[in-house]
């Protein structure tokens, strides 16, 4: 019989490259599924937190909680905080204009020296709106235990929990807030409300506002689909799927805007951001907030009712 000739290194070395080249592609899927299945987590979370949240302000009523039914109309006369900022006119009786925007936001509030979100002692016109806590979370422990999550607990290295505090720590990685608003003034009963999922936020007072809000000058023009924000120094911290905050004051009412939006895409020119939204805008935009650790903003509409 004739004998069969050996495989040569040539096609050994032929064949470990079509393999190596297989296993990278296959290399690539695992990142790829890490990262998806961290969005998926997190949209878990989120959703948990948007249900968590809508059943608290079910619960305490908080359209009509003693701290924050008064900024709807004259959030100057009870005004906190820093003397800094002229305070807002109140509203007129019966107005059918829309009422302040109000952020309830009591972990935010107990650190806010200003008691407001969006103003800037460098633009007098941006006096931003107001930041509220409420009547039954005045103190931190009280805040984290309404408006977050008490179920992530933090984990050493090792995996076990840590209890270097002397007992398990509660990561409290996602919290919450509400912005509402009256869409007439005079209509106590109708209020629209959206919730503010955070993860990670921290809350920490910075000069006249909190880390993590940077106020910048914008332009953007009613029913079109970017803006541009105007920055110096360190380029802002935004990407697609963040959101920004529409803090202007309406030009005929007085009354700032306090409108999210989701990004969609960023360009950077140096000194000025490019960025595109996901919706048309309600209305012109001369200054936007970024919002550290926002990841999701739902909006309830006005039919929720306690």
Do not use: C
């Not at 495989?7 to 899927?29: K, Q, R």
């Amino acid at each position: 019989m004739k004998p069969r000739p050996g495989v040569t290194l040539l096609e050994v070395l032929i064949t470990i490259f079509i393999m190596a080249i297989g296993m990278l592609a296959l290399l690539t899927l695992f990142p790829l599924g890490a990262m998806s299945m961290g969005r998926a987590l997190q949209d878990d979370r989120v959703a948990s937190a948007s249900a968590n949240a809508e059943g608290v302000a079910y619960a305490f009523d908080i359209r009509h909680d003693s701290s924050v039914v008064g900024a709807f109309t004259d959030p100057g006369s009870t005004q906190p905080g820093s003397d800094a900022f002229p305070k807002w006119p109140a509203l007129p009786a019966g107005s059918a204009n829309p009422s302040y925007p109000v952020l309830v936001d009591p972990q935010g509030a107990l650190q806010d020296p200003s008691g407001r979100v969006g103003a800037s002692l460098a633009s007098p016109s941006s006096l931003g709106f107001p930041r509220r806590g409420v009547s039954f979370a005045t103190t931190s422990a009280q805040a984290d235990r309404w408006f977050g999550f008490l179920d992530d607990i933090a984990f050493t290295k090792k995996g076990d929990p840590d209890t270097s505090a002397g007992g398990v720590q509660r990561g409290e990685r996602y919290t919450w807030a509400y912005l509402l608003r009256r869409p007439q003034t005079s209509v106590e009963s109708v209020v629209e409300m959206s919730v503010l999922v955070f993860a990670g936020r921290v809350v920490q007072a910075s000069g006249t506002s909190l880390v993590g809000e940077t106020s910048y000058q914008a332009s953007g023009a009613q029913y079109t689909n970017g803006v541009t924000l105007t920055y110096t120094g360190a380029v802002p911290d935004l990407r697609s799927g963040a959101w920004i905050l529409d803090t202007t004051k309406d030009t005929t009412t007085n009354i700032p805007h306090g409108y999210f939006y989701r990004v969609t895409g960023v360009t950077d020119q140096g000194g000025t951001l490019l960025v595109e939204i996901q919706t048309p805008l309600r209305a012109a935009v001369t200054t936007a907030v970024i919002m550290d650790g926002l990841v999701e903003v739902l909006d309830k509409g006005t039919g929720w009712q306690p």
